[in-house]
């Protein structure tokens, strides 16, 4: 199997572990290539967000060769839940039999209904020697122009990630 395919997660299964590459966390893939991840979201403060602009001038600024893998993923989301759930721990008691049964059934349902999904974009980039380090660090400031931001994930968060992708259960696992 090509390991470049499309929709491949090979290099995430047969990963070697992790290595610090700058200030950053690089996973390293099954072949010895160094692997950096960021996630890119738009700034809340921000009206004027233009992600395609942001990606156009992203894909224009590598250099050939170099690899750079955009993922959309559907992330579950517990914190609005959370803090629904600890508003309604908050709640005074209610003094009628009928709003007692409205309060558990709704903490019942707050509880066993499936988390809420939102989309997280995640970039990958295959490091493909120290040169490609500067541009990695520079990527911040050129998506800041778009009114993206970009977080730099260290390695609990690649972890956390790998998880999610490979689990086809599609279940929320804080472990």
């Keep these: 199997m090509d390991s470049s395919q499309v929709g491949s997660t090979r290099t995430f299964v047969l990963a070697k572990g992790f290595t610090q590459v700058g200030s950053h966390t690089a996973l390293i893939g099954e072949d010895d290539t160094r692997r950096l991840f960021a996630e ?3 700034d809340p ?3 004027d967000v233009r992600p395609q602009e942001a990606y156009q001038s992203m894909l224009s600024s590598i250099q050939p060769g170099w ?3 955009l993922l959309q993923l ?9 803090e629904f759930q ?5 709640w ?15 903490s019942l349902a707050v ?5 809420p999904f939102v989309r997280r974009t995640v970039l990958e980039f295959v490091l493909p020697s120290d040169e490609g380090i500067a541009w990695w660090e520079g990527l911040a400031g050129l998506c800041a122009g778009f ?15 790998t998880r999610w992708m490979l689990n086809p259960n599609l279940e929320y696992r804080n472990s």
Excluded: C, M
């Design 40 to 42: 890119v979201y738009a």
């Design 45 to 47: 403060d921000r009206p």
């Design 67 to 69: 690899t750079l893998r």
């Design 74 to 82: 559907f992330w579950p989301d517990p914190e609005p839940r959370l």
């Design 86 to 90: 600890k508003q309604v721990s908050q």
């Design 92 to 106: 005074e008691t209610p003094v009628s039999e009928g709003l007692e049964i409205l309060h558990q059934g709704l």
């Design 111 to 115: 509880q066993e209904y499936p988390l």
């Design 147 to 161: 009114g993206l931001k970009v977080r730099y994930l260290n390695q609990s968060a690649v972890e956390g990630l």
